[in-house]
């Protein structure tokens, strides 16, 4: 493993478990909608000199690249997906802190092997331990002692949902077409579906938005644009199974994020939730044994 692949990785997991913040913050002055809306498409713009940059640097042909149809179609069929993940998970934001939202969030590392059954691929007794282990931290972690479970966590998970059928679709269009062109296309096709409930449920003011422009800023620029660059560059030539868990210490972050600039608190019952989740997404992310060549979806 390259320490600079890893550094790019781990930094990619900073912002992204940080990003939790930004969401929280920016719904003070705008919708769910709205501010998803106008995040993805900054950050669909801040890709844009990426591409080109990874171009000149790259040089690669159209035939390495695949087709304009399979890069358009897999551009629209990750940006749906990614709307309706998104728009769950902000919605529920709403009502939960953002730490217990990031390691919800990071639930679809344990779902997405198990959803891949579905798709032909195997699964391992390490990935059913990881979800019974993840399931037991979800109780902790979400369901309170009157055995109630919150508004927003429910959201959250049916955004974990999302998120994990989001990745197995990047899985299969990846390898056949230019990410960073597919996730530029992902980005502004998720901004201008989600301008449409914003429209229409939603009041959505100039002065809202300049309030919001730091979290606004962070969630585009940062999160979408420079994470996910930094995401395709750091996986380049490095073990995925590595890759995958530098990436999911975003949850472990989003917690610390959450205290140090919210002054969010986890009760003991939730500090058990979060390090049950954890171990769950490590333990899902452990290789197998040599002699069994399994693929497992990779962010």
């Known amino acids: 493993m390259r320490r600079k692949n890893a550094c790019m990785l781990f930094l990619t997991a900073f912002i992204w478990g940080t990003a939790f913040v930004a969401q929280s913050m920016g719904m003070d002055y705008l919708g769910p909608f709205g501010f998803n809306g106008i995040r993805s498409l900054i950050g669909g713009v801040a890709l844009l000199p990426c591409i080109f940059i990874l171009g000149k640097v790259n040089k690669r042909t159209s035939g390495e690249e695949g087709s304009t149809r399979t890069l358009i179609v897999g551009g629209i069929c990750c940006g749906l997906a990614l709307f309706a993940a998104s728009s769950m998970q902000q919605i529920g934001i709403q009502y939960t802190t953002a730490g217990k939202a990031g390691f919800v969030t990071a639930f679809y590392i344990v779902l997405v092997p198990v959803l891949g059954i579905f798709m032909g691929k195997k699964t391992g007794w390490k990935v059913w331990l990881a979800v019974a282990m993840a399931l037991a931290g979800l109780y902790f972690l979400c369901i309170t002692e009157s055995f109630s479970v919150g508004r927003g966590d429910v959201y959250v998970f049916i955004g974990s949902l999302l998120f994990a059928a989001h990745i197995l679709i990047i899985d299969y269009f990846a390898p056949r077409t230019d990410g960073v062109k597919m996730s530029c296309i992902q980005f502004f096709v998720a901004g201008i579906l989600s ?18 422009w730091g979290p606004l800023l962070y969630a585009g620029v940062l999160s979408c644009g420079v994470a996910y660059t930094l995401q395709i560059i750091g996986q380049k030539n490095m073990d995925p199974t590595i890759a995958s868990l530098i990436l999911s210490l975003e949850s472990c972050i989003s917690v610390l994020a959450g205290w140090v600039i919210l002054g969010e608190r986890l009760s003991v019952r939730e500090g058990v939730g979060c390090i049950l989740m954890f171990a769950a997404i490590i333990l899902a992310q452990l290789p197998e044994k040599p002699g069994k060549n399994r693929r497992s979806p990779t962010l």
């Open 195 to 212: 301008m449409l409930p914003m429209a229409a449920l939603e009041t959505t003011t100039v002065e809202g938005i300049a309030r919001s």
